[in-house]
């Protein structure tokens, strides 16, 4: 497990909250939920291992106030199982494609203050 002080150091930093995914071209239920997000990837998990390499298309939904949809591509570069809750695998996946306007919102979103939670959309 990373420290603080270790994310503070990362070119990207990540969010510290989780985002909502609206559809991923995998198939029904290969992505469950997004842990976190940066300007370069996303960390999700599923019920199914995903094989590394994987092209992937994927919609997230910033929550309010940052209410912005992302639709990126990417790939997966990393996947792992996970011993927690009814997800049985970590899945790392770094974009391929994401638009300039994306990267800004998830900058925005990256960049709260950590005392601030998203309003549930």
């Known amino acids: 497990m990373r420290s603080d002080s270790q994310d503070d150091r990362r070119r990207y930093p990540r969010s510290r909250h989780g985002v909502s995914i609206v559809q991923d071209d995998g198939g029904p239920g290969?992505?469950?939920?997004?842990?976190?997000?940066?300007?370069?990837?996303?960390?999700?998990h599923t019920?199914?291992?995903v094989a590394l390499m994987t092209k992937i298309g994927i919609?997230?939904?910033l929550p309010k106030p940052f209410t912005h949809r992302?639709?990126?591509?990417?790939?997966v570069v990393r996947c792992e199982p996970d011993e927690c809750?009814?997800?049985h695998f970590k899945?790392?996946?770094l974009f391929t494609r994401l638009r300039?306007?994306?990267?800004?919102?998830i900058n925005r979103f990256v960049h709260q203050p950590a005392d601030v939670a998203p309003k549930e959309s």
């Open 30 to 44: 290969v992505l469950n939920h997004v842990d976190n997000i940066s300007a370069v990837g996303a960390l999700c």
């Open 47 to 49: 019920v199914r291992p």
């Open 59 to 61: 919609v997230l939904e």
């Open 70 to 75: 992302i639709d990126a591509e990417g790939i």
């Open 85 to 87: 809750g009814d997800d």
């Open 91 to 93: 899945v790392a996946i």
């Open 100 to 105: 300039p306007e994306d990267e800004e919102a």
